[in-house]
């Protein structure tokens, strides 16, 4: 059983955590960072909350899921959505990098445009990196939870 201070803990800790994992997502393509470290920043903060309430709370919270209290944990019923997060991811990181490819340029190619006018930040650039970093940032967190899943119901 977890503490209130653990539980109050995380609650404060687990939002900046996901601030700065999608920080680190967003600016990937300019500066350090990117899908993968912003992946595991993110497993870190469902670490968290799965240490300070337990997988149930995960569950339920998160997936909105219906969970039978008291239940003994199934590792089917979460790490199917992680196993699923895990593939779109794939798929999203892949199909990004192909698709340059389909429409004449190499494998991986990039492009990026530019928004001018955007409330509070007013110049915006979008690279079309950012597609596969989301896909790599699936892949690392669906990934991670699995691991952490299965091994965690052991």
Known sequence: M???IMRTTARVVVPIILVVAASLFVEGHNLPGGGFIGGVLAATAFVVIYLAFDLDFLERGVLGREV???????????V?????????????AVLSALIPMALGYPFLSQTFREFEGVPIYHHVEIASAL??????????????LTILSVVGDE
């Open 131 to 144: 597609a596969f970093d989301f896909g790599v940032l699936c892949v690392v967190l669906g990934g991670l």
């Open 68 to 78: 039978e209290s008291g239940a003994p944990p199934s590792r089917d019923r979460v």
């Open 80 to 92: 199917l959505a992680y196993r699923r997060l895990f593939e779109y991811g794939l798929a999203i």
């Open 2 to 4: 977890t503490t209130v």
